[in-house]
């Protein structure tokens, strides 16, 4: 167990919705990432967070957004969702976020859009 | 410039025998170089992460080997066991203002038979 808690673990919905999903970084952790998990995509890293601001954005569709709350979860806003944003989505999280700081990966939460 | 590329896709090793799974990068900006193990259903989680002013970095049975001038490293699982079998993934990072946003490699995913 890494420490990092995501939810809701499954998440089925249909096109053209909005979902949210949540993470709990390492208790200590003022950084959070995402990542996305596919098939055809691999593992991508979307967005990062330093206590509270956004500190690097990577292969984020606009559609897609995200935030750092003071007590330091984060959320991950996806919508207008389409078929292919089906994914296993990951959150990590570190110390800070400095070069060497090894990121800790929660469990996923595998979103299935019908 | 950002990719990592990995290789083998698959790989299928008895028990005690060596596995090799091989990536190659671009950007030479990169400054340190993770692997990560992970089972079905979990995250990944690090298992090794070397920096390129090494050769070299054992823990364990699991070995990297760095190769700057070609852009290569590796990493090698001595005596695998069926424990082992996972997907690995190799990532990079680069310093500097985009944090530690990690690139990862296809990965490889490791069948260690009894």
């Known amino acids: 167990d890494s420490g990092v808690t995501q939810t809701p673990k499954h998440l089925i919905t249909a096109t053209g919705q909005r979902v949210t999903l949540r993470c709990s970084p390492r208790?200590?952790?003022?950084?959070v990432y995402w990542y996305q998990q596919s098939l055809d995509q691999g593992l991508q890293f979307l967005i990062q967070?330093?206590?509270?601001?956004?500190?690097a954005k990577g292969n984020i569709l606009e559609r897609f957004s995200a935030q750092q709350f003071p007590d330091l979860h984060s959320e991950l806003n996806l919508s207008s969702l389409e078929l292919g944003d089906s994914a296993l989505y990951f959150c990590?999280?570190?110390?800070?976020?400095?070069?060497?700081?090894?990121?800790?990966f929660g469990p996923g939460t595998r979103l299935t859009v019908l | 410039q950002q990719q990592v590329k990995q290789s083998p896709q698959s790989l299928i090793v008895q028990k005690g025998g060596i596995s090799i799974i091989n990536c190659a990068y671009e950007?030479?900006?990169?400054?340190?170089f993770p692997w990560y193990q992970q089972f079905p259903g979990k995250g990944p989680a690090l298992l090794i992460a070397?920096?390129?002013?090494?050769s070299e970095k054992k823990e364990g049975r699991f070995t990297i080997s760095f190769n700057k001038s070609a852009k290569q490293f590796s990493l090698h699982i001595m005596d695998s066991q069926p424990g082992d079998s996972a997907t690995y993934f190799c990532?990079?990072?680069?310093?500097?203002?985009?944090?530690?946003?990690?690139?990862f490699g296809e990965g490889t995913q490791l069948t260690v038979n009894p």
């Open positions: 070397i920096r390129p002013d090494v």
């Open positions: 990532a990079a990072a680069t310093p500097g203002a985009s944090g530690s946003r990690l690139t």
């Open positions: 967070y330093y206590n509270g601001e956004e500190r």
């Open positions: 950007n030479t900006a990169f400054d340190y």
């Open positions: 990590a999280s570190s110390v800070r976020w400095g070069l060497y700081n090894e990121q800790f």
């Open positions: 208790s200590g952790d003022l950084s």
